[in-house]
């Protein structure tokens, strides 16, 4: 690191008391349930004993329909038929998170679609950083994907389920999430 | 949570005491850290960090894959006035009255690694009241509830990155972790960078905390460049003359992980 550099701030885990800082209401509802075009993305966040982890924080970041980056705020406080492109979920006693959203399209042709993923919880010491990316023909030709094995690779695709995509997340184990440090 | 002894013969047998964590903090601190650990390299958080017993379970055990971030990483959610209400700095007038405890400021800039400012981006914060008690239903500590503190605030920074709290000094309170396990005063941030790469959520600490030195979630960080990193300064410059105390945290964020991965070999010299 450069002289020139700020030493960056450490993370810290949020905690069990994160609810009453982060939670809001409409936090996992970037559209509303049940209007035109939206799906759900619901999936599961497991420990390393496959064990569900009932209090993380999973944070979704994503581009409008059209592979727009979304610059919209009221992403904590709605506003009907704006898109704002985040949405946070807390994992309950199951594991579960959810969120109801329209589908990510790509910013450029050819290039895969995806949302961007931080998990947060208590016991994680630091934020981490992942993807999930929505099925199509663009991940065989993507750089990144075809680099990890198989196994991996597929820790980081969704799968489709009736009224949208399905993803569960795990912090360690056999079936361990790709996490992501950034160039 | 559990419930929290309040006498060591009713701990568990083989439930480990401050001591037995001390030795572990020690130990890692002494240039043993857990190899496999991909945050090692920067010397900063570790993920896999044991004296933390939750920890054990809810780390990656695989390096994180280096990537180029895509232009979603690369832009940031946006929040506005819709969002924060400009009174939600202030954590002492959100509800009816006072509350009680010694009044303070926390204030200081957002950038980062560079030193640019990181300019109208949401600020989330929470912690616990003087006695240690936070406003939750899953909360033990038999420390009563403030009626007048909630421990939550927003805000947004300004267009230099700046940003003022109004609080209470938080009090520490126990945890189960080990016997008598006690965390330091601190409070929670959650921060938004420029880009998404840089989001994180971190605890801001007190200058002098005795407990420090003996929490686990605090020694995770092994530096003493990246512990100061977390504690706050007292600043006489932002004490209010007779209403509150002033504390000065600057927060630098980083989507920059490579350092992670440039000196696996051990810590960076604490320069």
């Given amino acids: 690191m450069s002289d020139t550099q700020l030493y960056p701030t450490a993370d810290q885990t949020v905690g069990p008391y994160y609810g009453i800082g982060m939670e809001y209401p409409g936090s996992e509802e970037l559209v509303p349930h049940g209007s035109a075009g939206s799906i759900v993305l619901s999936g599961y966040l497991y420990d390393g004993n496959g064990a569900p982890v009932p209090d993380g924080v999973i944070e979704i970041w994503q581009t409008d329909a059209d592979g727009n980056i979304p610059t919209d705020s009221g992403n904590l406080v709605r506003k009907a038929g704006s898109f704002g492109g985040f949405g946070r979920s807390g994992s309950d006693d199951d594991g579960y998170f959810q969120f109801t959203t329209v589908l990510p399209a790509p910013t450029a042709a050819g290039k895969p679609a995806f949302f961007a993923v931080v998990v947060f919880a208590r016991g994680l010491l630091s934020r981490l950083h992942t993807r999930i990316y929505v099925p199509g023909p663009e991940l065989d030709a993507d750089p990144f994907l075809t680099r990890l094995t198989p196994e991996r690779r597929a820790t980081l695709i969704a799968t489709p389920v009736a009224g949208g995509l399905r993803h569960d997340i795990h912090l360690q184990g056999e079936k361990e999430t790709v996490f992501l440090a950034f160039n | ?271």
Wanted: proline share 9%; glycine share 8%; net charge negative.
């Fill in chain 2, 1 to 271: 949570m559990d419930d929290i002894p309040k006498s060591a013969a009713n701990y568990p047998p083989g439930h480990p005491t401050q001591a037995d964590i001390s030795a572990e903090i020690a130990d890692i601190a002494a240039n043993h850290p857990t190899s496999s650990d991909p945050n090692w390299g920067a010397h900063r958080t570790l993920i896999d960090y044991p004296p933390y017993r939750s920890s054990i379970l809810r780390h990656p055990s695989a390096n994180l894959e280096l990537v180029d971030p895509e232009t979603i990483e690369l832009a940031s959610p946006a929040f506005g006035h819709r969002d924060v209400h400009w009174t939600e700095y202030d954590l002492t007038q959100m509800v009816n009255g006072e509350p009680q405890g010694e009044r303070i400021i926390v204030t200081g800039r957002v950038t980062d690694a560079d030193g640019r400012a990181v300019a109208g981006q949401l600020l989330e914060i929470w912690q616990a009241n003087a006695g240690g008690r936070y406003r939750q239903k899953k909360e033990r500590h038999p420390a009563p509830l403030d009626p007048n503190f909630n421990g939550v605030g927003r805000v947004l920074t300004g267009a230099d990155g700046s940003y003022k709290f109004v609080t209470i000094k938080p009090g520490a309170y126990p945890w189960p972790n080990h016997e008598n396990a006690w965390r330091p005063a601190h409070i929670h941030f959650s921060v938004f960078g420029s880009a998404f790469t840089q989001r994180m959520v971190t605890q801001m600490y007190f200058p002098g905390d005795q407990l420090m030195p003996l929490d686990p979630i605090f020694q995770s960080i092994t530096s003493a460049r990246g512990q100061k990193s977390l504690i706050s300064d007292y600043d006489h410059d932002v004490t209010v003359p007779n209403w509150a105390l002033g504390y000065r945290w600057d927060i630098v964020v980083n989507g920059d992980s490579r350092t992670w991965f440039e000196s696996l070999d051990g810590p960076e010299e604490d320069a």
